[in-house]
Protein backbone atom coordinates (compact mmCIF):
# COMPACT_ATOMS: atom_id res chain seq x y z
CA UNK A 1 0.00 0.00 0.00
CA UNK A 2 1.37 3.24 -1.41
CA UNK A 3 1.71 6.10 1.50
CA UNK A 4 2.87 9.78 1.34
CA UNK A 5 3.12 10.98 4.74
CA UNK A 6 3.95 14.93 5.26
CA UNK A 7 5.15 16.73 8.26
CA UNK A 8 6.42 19.57 9.16
CA UNK A 9 3.58 22.20 8.79
CA UNK A 10 2.53 25.05 11.26
CA UNK A 11 2.47 28.85 11.86
CA UNK A 12 5.25 31.55 10.93
CA UNK A 13 5.17 35.15 10.56
CA UNK A 14 5.90 36.59 7.41
CA UNK A 15 9.67 35.93 6.07
CA UNK A 16 10.27 32.58 8.23
CA UNK A 17 10.95 29.42 7.27
CA UNK A 18 9.80 25.86 7.72
CA UNK A 19 10.74 22.71 6.49
CA UNK A 20 8.11 20.10 4.89
CA UNK A 21 8.80 15.91 4.54
CA UNK A 22 7.37 13.81 2.71
CA UNK A 23 7.79 10.22 3.56
CA UNK A 24 7.03 7.69 0.80
CA UNK A 25 6.91 4.42 1.44
CA UNK A 26 4.76 1.17 -0.45
CA UNK A 27 6.28 0.99 -3.70
CA UNK A 28 9.66 1.84 -5.94
CA UNK A 29 9.42 5.59 -6.99
CA UNK A 30 12.52 5.54 -9.02
CA UNK A 31 10.71 5.74 -11.92
CA UNK A 32 8.52 8.83 -9.89
CA UNK A 33 7.66 12.60 -10.19
CA UNK A 34 7.07 13.73 -7.07
CA UNK A 35 5.31 17.36 -6.37
CA UNK A 36 4.13 19.34 -3.76
CA UNK A 37 0.75 21.30 -4.58
CA UNK A 38 -1.08 23.52 -1.67
CA UNK A 39 -4.53 24.52 -1.25
CA UNK A 40 -5.64 28.36 0.12
CA UNK A 41 -9.14 28.45 1.65
CA UNK A 42 -11.90 28.77 -1.06
CA UNK A 43 -9.32 28.52 -4.22
CA UNK A 44 -8.19 25.78 -6.16
CA UNK A 45 -5.25 23.25 -5.21
CA UNK A 46 -2.51 24.56 -7.04
CA UNK A 47 1.18 23.49 -8.19
CA UNK A 48 4.24 24.49 -6.08
CA UNK A 49 7.45 22.46 -7.25
CA UNK A 50 8.11 18.98 -8.50
CA UNK A 51 11.66 16.89 -8.86
CA UNK A 52 12.18 13.42 -10.76
CA UNK A 53 13.27 11.35 -8.23
CA UNK A 54 16.14 9.90 -10.57
CA UNK A 55 17.27 12.42 -11.98
CA UNK A 56 16.68 15.36 -9.35
CA UNK A 57 15.44 17.63 -12.46
CA UNK A 58 13.07 19.88 -10.51
CA UNK A 59 10.35 22.85 -11.74
CA UNK A 60 9.19 25.40 -9.98
CA UNK A 61 5.70 27.27 -9.53
CA UNK A 62 6.95 31.04 -10.57
CA UNK A 63 5.21 32.44 -6.93
CA UNK A 64 8.21 29.94 -5.23
CA UNK A 65 10.86 30.58 -7.83
CA UNK A 66 13.66 31.70 -5.67
CA UNK A 67 12.16 31.08 -1.86
CA UNK A 68 11.58 27.36 -1.95
CA UNK A 69 13.58 24.75 -2.88
CA UNK A 70 13.17 20.90 -3.02
CA UNK A 71 15.07 18.52 -2.47
CA UNK A 72 15.52 14.32 -1.77
CA UNK A 73 16.91 12.01 0.35
CA UNK A 74 16.77 8.61 -1.88
CA UNK A 75 18.09 6.63 1.12
CA UNK A 76 14.81 7.52 3.52
CA UNK A 77 12.70 7.77 0.46
CA UNK A 78 11.79 11.35 1.80
CA UNK A 79 11.77 14.79 -0.34
CA UNK A 80 11.69 17.91 1.57
CA UNK A 81 10.55 21.79 0.70
CA UNK A 82 12.54 24.06 2.05
CA UNK A 83 10.17 27.26 2.65
CA UNK A 84 11.86 30.48 3.03
CA UNK A 85 10.86 34.06 2.97
CA UNK A 86 7.47 32.72 3.63
CA UNK A 87 4.79 35.32 2.73
CA UNK A 88 1.09 35.31 4.13
CA UNK A 89 -0.70 33.86 0.62
CA UNK A 90 1.99 31.35 1.44
CA UNK A 91 -0.90 29.86 3.98
CA UNK A 92 -2.67 27.10 3.00
CA UNK A 93 -2.63 23.10 2.94
CA UNK A 94 0.61 21.77 1.36
CA UNK A 95 0.02 18.44 -0.18
CA UNK A 96 2.88 15.84 -1.28
CA UNK A 97 1.62 13.78 -4.35
CA UNK A 98 3.62 11.41 -7.12
CA UNK A 99 2.95 10.45 -10.70
CA UNK A 100 4.67 8.10 -13.33
CA UNK A 101 7.60 9.36 -15.42
CA UNK A 102 6.85 10.01 -18.33
CA UNK A 103 2.81 10.55 -17.61
CA UNK A 104 3.23 14.45 -18.10
CA UNK A 105 5.89 17.17 -18.98
CA UNK A 106 7.24 18.81 -16.14
CA UNK A 107 6.77 22.22 -17.24
CA UNK A 108 2.83 21.37 -17.38
CA UNK A 109 2.73 20.09 -14.15
CA UNK A 110 -1.27 19.34 -13.34
CA UNK A 111 -3.03 17.82 -10.39
CA UNK A 112 -4.92 15.63 -12.42
CA UNK A 113 -1.72 13.34 -13.67
CA UNK A 114 -0.71 12.36 -10.27
CA UNK A 115 -1.88 8.98 -8.82
CA UNK A 116 -0.61 9.21 -5.03
CA UNK A 117 -1.94 11.88 -2.41
CA UNK A 118 -0.24 12.47 1.39
CA UNK A 119 -3.04 13.30 3.54
CA UNK A 120 -1.94 17.46 3.42
CA UNK A 121 0.00 19.43 6.09
CA UNK A 122 -1.44 22.91 7.24
CA UNK A 123 1.44 26.02 6.55
CA UNK A 124 0.10 29.48 8.35
CA UNK A 125 2.48 32.47 7.39
CA UNK A 126 0.96 35.89 9.87
CA UNK A 127 2.31 39.20 9.01
Known amino acids: QVQLIESGGGSVQAGGSLRLSCAAS????????MGWFRQAPGKEREFVVS????????YYADSVKGRFTISRDNAKNTVYLHMNSLKPEDTAVYYCAARRLGVATMAHPSQYDYEYWGQGTQVTVSS
Open 51 to 58: ISWSTGRT
Open 26 to 33: GRTFSNYV
